[in-house]
Each structure stands twice: as structure tokens, then as C-alpha cells.
């Protein structure tokens, strides 16, 4: 069984998780041979067993920059992990077991006990399989997985691969045109986890508002042995615990819908629209036998929310939104893109100091706890998929994009935090090819959700683009004074009024200023306002927000992104020094002059608009 679901694996009076994070074992396949762990079939043993090369690697985490080797930081190709574990003798009773990895850079094919379990492409989404006739119950057990961190030209995104003659002989070097560092590993949390055999496998809520009622419509998908036999019954519990909605539905073909009705519901706000951020109650899903008895358990949060949009405006609770916040990665130093919860905790402490209600997940789907936050917190999330200037557009890419959508909407399709899906950052969008591929990914997501617009970030110029049409949004990027016009601070303030009024213009759409900012060396300062220093990018923004605050009166200005959140790293190119610099925060989550003007900003906005 390998389910339609990817609910995040979660205890329960049904379900039991453990955790498989730790040290694993680690080898990197020899540049020369590169195949050779599949020839010699790695996965039959342990690592440690097989080459004294063997090493251990933190997981999760990105494994580039763990070690003091360079060629390890670089190596384009695969790696091996893996790892043994316990599996209690109660769990191989009654019992599916599955395995679940949140995310694996880029591709990833997995053993249990050297049986091939699974395959999957794209990283930053989770897979998982059922692994329940392959595990020792009682007894050891061990999983190994081969990593690829190879990008391609119809990888998502892409990349291309070259051989190069270097002092040790011939090698691979990966080259790609995106702007941050290729950070490969398993990236986030590896769980095994139990689901009785007769469980629910997916949960769909769509919420809504009628007078002071809110609406929460619920689809369930769930496998049983024996069809139309179970019902499914629902309760909606506020953060107090107390039971506010009922309802209870039967199984048809394995699926089954219901309506829950909350009077007086409490609505998810975004932060600092509302003294209760976040509001979540918790939609408690109970599968039961046809003699009454539980089958398995699940609880989801839910927050009840509206969005609207127009030619000009966004709405959420039927009232209109400005959305001010970043663009930012997961990056930081050691552990790359490895998921690490201090951090995701200082950066929304970060984010809630400055007074941002939003920001864009540029340019890849971030870890579920990363979400679950925004969530939480009441922060308006602009859902990217992994696509990052797409070009050369072909058929199999096309698919594979699609796929990344597809993945992305099943896991986030019912956080409340999500109010839009961007479906790539800056493709070349002036070919009649761009046109007809955007058009079939638009096509593709309004078919798996019409409950969000769909945006996409665009540096072409407005006059060649061919694919805003196919958007609900218009965001657009542009770097005034930095890479156009460079250092000329007089050239900011009109060209992005202007250019934000032609995207208008020409599509008639709501638009979005979705990157601005300026590369800037902490501790650099430079008065009047240089390139680079403290002084030029705060100056910058300045000029910026002059533009803004015009734009705003215009009626369909709906928001502004700086780039980036934070200072991160790139690949190794002259232009870049020790990565991007455009962080309003340094990458060890410093203020930057920048940040506290920003945060002055974002305030006072809030208590403007709210
Ligand atoms: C962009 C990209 C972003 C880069 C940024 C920059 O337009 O979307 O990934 O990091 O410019 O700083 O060049």
C-alpha cells in the first residue's frame, strides 16, 4: 500500500512514531566509479562494513558543509547514507508500518534491510511507503539510502552537468543559474511510523463563512479491508479542548464527506490583523468499525478562513490585505538546508519582531515544522514550488513541474497560514514556448485547488512576458539601483512606480513587488550611501517605500517582499562574496542597519492599515 495521503506522521491513541534522526553512516561514491555502491549492491550491507571511508553524518541536515574537504562541499553525484534501528516486536502485530522521509536533495532511492523500498525525485517534499512485510519485528533492521544531488535540464530545478580536467583527473562539475548554494542531504526528519491496518489516509478541509458560522467541509479518504463497512466521525475541538462541532459520516467507495457548521466560529487572522493570530481549532477524525469500535484516530488543525481576490485586491475575511514581509531560504551555516529548530524558532521570533504578516517560501516547499509556525502564528505564506528560472521548456520537465505541484498542494492544501501558490520564481518568460507550458501548470494547479489564487515571480519586462496571463497575481522582481542603474539611488523611486503600473496595465491583475534589495556587507559603511555598505541599502529601501506608499493609493498595489530575510550561501561566483548579501539580517541572524528601518516600517504599516 502506498496510500494518496501524506499526512504528517503524528501520535495518537492509534499511532506510534519513531524517530529514525541521528548520526548516520556516510560514504560518498568515488568520483571515478560513481556507480559502483548499485554494482556491488551497498544497500545488502553496512556501510561501515563495506569501505573504511565510511563517516558519520548528521541527519538532517545538509551534508556539504559538515566536514573540513572541500570536494565533498562540491561533489556533484551520490552518496550513501545509512543506519540500523530497532523495531518493537508489538509493532509487527495488527499493525502497517511506514517510512517517511519530510525531504531528501534531489533524488533518492531507499532500502530496508536491503530490499528497494522506494524512489522519489525533487527535493524539499515528503514520500513515504508502506514497509510493514520488510522489518525484523524484535530485532534490527537497517535502512540505506543513495542520494543525488545531480540537477539537469529536466530536473525541478534545473541544472546541467559538464566533465571538467582538474589536477586529480577528470570530474563532474555541476553549473546552474539559481541563486543559492545546491545544498544536498537528507534533509529533514526520517520517521517510521504505525497506522492500524484499517486507517485513514487523507483529510481535505475547505473552510468558509456564512454570517458569524464557519464552514468547515470536510473530504476523507481512508483503506479498509472490507468496503462500505466504517464511519467516520468528526469533532471540532477549540484550543481549549471543548467539542464546538459534531458530525459523523459513512463510508461510500472508501471515501466520505461532511460538513461541520461552527456558530460563532473564531477565524484565522494573519499576525497584527487581529489581537488572536492563528487561531486553530482541532478537527479530531475518528474511524470506526461497523460494531462501533475505533479503527484509528487522527487530529489536524484547522483554521477557518476566507480568501477572495479581484482584479485589484486580495481579501482574506472579506477584508482586504497588504502583504509586507521577504523572500527567504532555508540556509545557514554548517547545516545548510538541514531542518534545526532553534533556528526556525529564532527566525519567526525574528519575523514577529519586525512586524512582517508574510513572506514568499522562495524558491522550494519548506519543512512541515517550518509551516506548521506560520500556521500557528498567523503568517501569510506565498507556497513556492522548486522551480527556479525555468528555461528550455520541454515535455518532461513540464511534468515533473507538475508533480511538484502536486506534491506541494497534498501536503499544504489545508494550512490555513497558505494563501497563494507560486508556481515558479523569474522563468524566461517571453517565448511563445513559456506561454502554452505556464498556461498548462496554471491549468494543472486550478485543478487540485481553486480555494488560492496562483502567483508566479517575474523579472522579465513587462512588454516580453508571455505568462502573467496565467496568473491571479502579478509579482514581479526587480533590483533598481543594484543590477539596473547600479548605485543610483535617483533612479529607484519612479522606475518601480512606473513598472508596477505597466504589470497593471497589462493584465488588469493585482500586483506584487515580490524582490528589491541590495547586496550589503555588515559593518560596511559608506555615507553618502555605496554599494555594498549599510548606508545604500537602507537608503535604497527608502526610495522604495516612497514608491510604495504611492502605489498603495493606487488600489491594486497588494504588497511588498524585500529580498532577503536573511544573508545566505551561494555557489561560488565573483559577484557573490561568502554568498548572497541581501539579508536584512546577517546569516547568523544579526540586524543589519536594514532591520530595524524595516521594522519601522512594517509597524507602522500594520497600525495603519489594522
Ligand atoms: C533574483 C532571484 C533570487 C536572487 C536575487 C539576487 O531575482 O529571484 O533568487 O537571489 O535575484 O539577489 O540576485
Request: charged letters at 25%; proline letters at 4%.
Amino acid at each position: 500500500v502506498s496510500g494518496k495521503g501524506i499526512l504528517y506522521p503524528k501520535q495518537s491513541e492509534t499511532r506510534e512514531t519513531m524517530s529514525l534522526d541521528g548520526l548516520w553512516n556516510f560514504l560518498v561514491s568515488p568520483i571515478t566509479d560513481p556507480l559502483v555502491g548499485f554494482r556491488e549492491t551497498w544497500y545488502r550491507d553496512d556501510l561501515v562494513n563495506i569501505n573504511s571511508d565510511t563517516q558519520l553524518m548528521p541527519v538532517p541536515s545538509s551534508y556539504n558543509d559538515i566536514t573540513e574537504d572541500g570536494h565533498l562541499r562540491d561533489h556533484v553525484g551520490l552518496v550513501w547514507y545509512d543506519r540500523t534501528f530497532f523495531v518493537p516486536s508489538s509493532w509487527g502485530i495488527d499493525k502497517r508500518v511506514w517510512l517517511r522521509f519530510s525531504s531528501v536533495s534531489y533524488a533518492a532511492q531507499v532500502w530496508i534491510n536491503g530490499d528497494l523500498v522506494m524512489n522519489h525525485e525533487i527535493g524539499h517534499l515528503p514520500f513515504q511507503k508502506e514497509v510493514t512485510s520488510l522489518l525484523n519485528y524484535g530485532g534490527v533492521n537497517r535502512v540505506t539510502v543513495a542520494c543525488d544531488n545531480t540537477l539537469l535540464q529536466d530536473t525541478v530545478p534545473q541544472g546541467i552537468v559538464s566533465e571538467a580536467d582538474t589536477d586529480r583527473g577528470k570530474k563532474l562539475v555541476q553549473s546552474y543559474t539559481f541563486d543559492f548554494f545546491n545544498y544536498g542531504g537528507i534533509h529533514r526528519p526520517v520517521t517510521l511510523y504505525t497506522t492500524p491496518i484499517d486507517y485513514l489516509d487523507d483529510i481535505t478541509v475547505h473552510t468558509d463563512i456564512e454570517g458569524g458560522t464557519g464552514i468547515i467541509k470536510c473530504d476523507l479518504t481512508f483503506v479498509t479491508e472490507v468496503q462500505n463497512s466504517t464511519t467516520c466521525v468528526l469533532k471540532l475541538l477549540d484550543n481549549e479542548g471543548y467539542e464546538v462541532a459534531y458530525g459523523v459520516c459513512n463510508d461510500s467507495n472508501y471515501s466520505t464527506s461532511v460538513e461541520l457548521t461552527v456558530p460563532g466560529a473564531r477565524l484565522w487572522w494573519p499576525y497584527l490583523m487581529n489581537p488572536r493570530p492563528g487561531y486553530l481549532y482541532t478537527l479530531q477524525v475518528e474511524l470506526k468499525s461497523a460494531e462501533g469500535d475505533t479503527l484509528d484516530v487522527y487530529r489536524l488543525p484547522v483554521g477557518i478562513r476566507t480568501l477572495k481576490w479581484t482584479n485589484s485586491s486580495f481579501f482574506i475575511n472579506n477584508r482586504p490585505v497588504y502583504l509586507h514581509g521577504f523572500g527567504r531560504h532555508e540556509d545557514s551555516d554548517i547545516r545548510g538546508k538541514g531542518l534545526d529548530l532553534p533556528l526556525v524558532m529564532k527566525d519567526y521570533n525574528l519575523i514577529k519582531w519586525i512586524g512582517a504578516n508574510a513572506y514568499r517560501t522562495s524558491h522550494y516547499p519548506y519543512a512541515d515544522e517550518i509551516m506548521d509556525l506560520a500556521d500557528q502564528m498567523g503568517i501569510m505564506i506565498i507556497d513556492e514550488c522548486p522551480s527556479v528560472d525555468t528555461d528550455a521548456f520541454s515535455f518532461l520537465l513540464l511534468e515533473k513541474h507538475k508533480d511538484s505541484l502536486t506534491e506541494l498542494i497534498r501536503r499544504d492544501k489545508n494550512r490555513p497560514s497558505v494563501i497563494a501558490w507560486s508556481i515558479a520564481n523569474e522563468p524566461r518568460t517571453q517565448t511563445q514556448a513559456a506561454d502554452e507550458y505556464f498556461g498548462a501548470v496554471a491549468r494543472h494547479v486550478r485543478n487540485l485547488d481553486r480555494s488560492r489564487p496562483i502567483t508566479m515571480s517575474i523579472a522579465r519586462w513587462v512588454e516580453e512576458d508571455r505568462a502573467g496571463k496565467h496568473v491571479d497575481i502579478i509579482s514581479f522582481n526587480r533590483y533598481n539601483a543594484w543590477y539596473q542603474n547600479t548605485g543610483k539611488l535617483d533612479m529607484i523611486t519612479n522606475k518601480v512606480i512606473a513598472e508596477a503600473r505597466s504589470w497593471h496595465a497589462k493584465y488588469n491583475k493585482p500586483v506584487l513587488m515580490s524582490e528589491y534589495g541590495a547586496d550589503t556587507q555588515e559593518g560596511l559603511h559608506l555615507q553618502p550611501g555605496y554599494v555594498w555598505s549599510e548606508e545604500f541599502q537602507v537608503e535604497l529601501m527608502s526610495r522604495h517605500f516612497k514608491a510604495f506608499d504611492a502605489l498603495r493609493k493606487e488600489g491594486w498595489f497588494i504588497g511588498e517582499f524585500i529580498w532577503n530575510f536573511a544573508d545566505f550561501k551561494t555557489a561560488q561566483v565573483y559577484t557573490r562574496v561568502g554568498g548572497n548579501k541581501k539579508g536584512i539580517f546577517t546569516r547568523n541572524r544579526q540586524p543589519k542597519a536594514a532591520a530595524h528601518h524595516l521594522r519601522k516600517r512594517y509597524w507602522a504599516l500594520s497600525q495603519e492599515l489594522h
